[in-house]
């Protein structure tokens, strides 16, 4: 976390959050500051050598971060991990410095240096083929410098585009799927890759995502973003413990037959404040979610019906009033 020591800006340390299907845990405070320079990379091997070290990581239940600190308390791990970084630890600043709410980047924005911006593209559920990748390297190259960043919303940023060539980038006809003004809902929608290509999956996730997005997007205004996540099973790839609505995919009983279906989680956070949301409804089959979820983006998140006749998804109907 950014945090300043006195007039210096550097990073307070967070170690041990991680997801899985047997336990899910927010990062803890280290009790450690360093510079955002070399020490960075120096601290990051260091915790990475403690864990290779000490960790049990033969032991696929418990081979993560959390598990060893967990087993020495945070203060030993600590303490290994100062006598593998070879110098003494800076103490943690009192501080946090963020102090604003989690921004997804997509969109236009000037850079600090004079005359360049940054362009934020929405990548619908993150889904890109090797054509798009060669376009959006071609976008970078003749617009940018060459340079492409992934965001973990699953969206791609180009920077260093010049004011006088902003106008013409956002002609490019591949825009108009990589958008920077998307639709509300499919704006923050992330998705884990699901029965499509994961062979661990109970539910097929990102394509039944955005098109349930979309047509939530239709029916629905919403005042606010939504960040909603899915995940095709408890290995929580598509992280639904930190969205504002997760679904987290399921097999469930409809009509006696197995169908389709997940449990949902509320109240994740991310930014300042980050906690982790917890499960409140289970086993919701999914040809019931649009109404579920109209329900709980108007019961919570103050969304209303627009005014035009909504897209359906999966054969479920929404009311407009
Ligand atoms: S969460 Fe998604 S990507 Fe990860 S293992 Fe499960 S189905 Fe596969």
Request: charged share 20%; net charge negative.
């Amino acid at each position: 976390m950014p945090a300043y020591r006195g007039d210096r800006l550097g990073f307070n340390v967070l170690v041990g959050g991680f997801f899985s299907a047997r336990r899910c845990e927010a990062a803890i405070p280290l009790d450690a500051w360093v510079e955002p320079n070399d020490d960075v990379v120096d601290l990051s091997r260091a915790i990475l050598e403690v864990y290779r070290d000490h960790g049990a990581r033969a032991n696929r239940q418990k081979s993560r971060l959390m598990w060893l600190i967990d087993e020495w308390g945070v203060a030993q791990f600590r303490d290994q991990v100062e006598m593998a970084y070879g110098r003494a630890l800076l103490r943690a600043a009192p501080e946090d410095l963020i102090d604003w709410d989690k921004r997804d980047h997509i969109g236009v924005y000037p850079q600090q240096q004079p005359g360049l911006n940054f362009v934020g593209l929405h990548v619908p559920v993150g889904r890109l083929t090797a054509t798009d990748m060669f376009e959006l390297a071609r976008l970078a190259d003749v617009y940018g410098e060459g340079e492409l960043r992934l965001t973990v919303e699953q969206n791609v940023i180009i920077p260093h585009i010049p004011d006088s060539r902003l106008d013409v980038f956002l002609t490019e006809p591949v825009l108009a799927r990589f958008s920077v003004q998307p639709s509300p809902l499919v704006r923050s929608l992330v998705s884990c890759t699901g029965a499509q290509f994961c062979n661990f999956a109970l539910v097929e996730t990102k394509q039944r995502a955005l098109a349930l997005a979309e047509a939530l997007d239709q029916a629905l205004s919403v005042p606010a973003a939504v960040r909603i996540h899915w995940t095709g099973c408890p290995n929580s790839c598509g992280q639904p413990q930190v969205a504002d609505i997760g679904l987290m995919g399921t097999k469930v009983r409809k009509d006696g037959k197995t169908v389709e279906g997940v449990d949902i989680y509320m109240g994740g956070k991310v930014g300042k404040d980050a906690q982790l949301g917890t499960c409140v409804q289970k086993g919701v089959p999914c040809d019931e979610l649009q109404s579920v979820l109209t329900t709980l983006l108007t019961d919570n998140f103050g969304a209303s019906p627009r005014s035009i006749a909504p897209v359906t998804h999966e054969g479920v109907a929404v009311t407009v009033v």
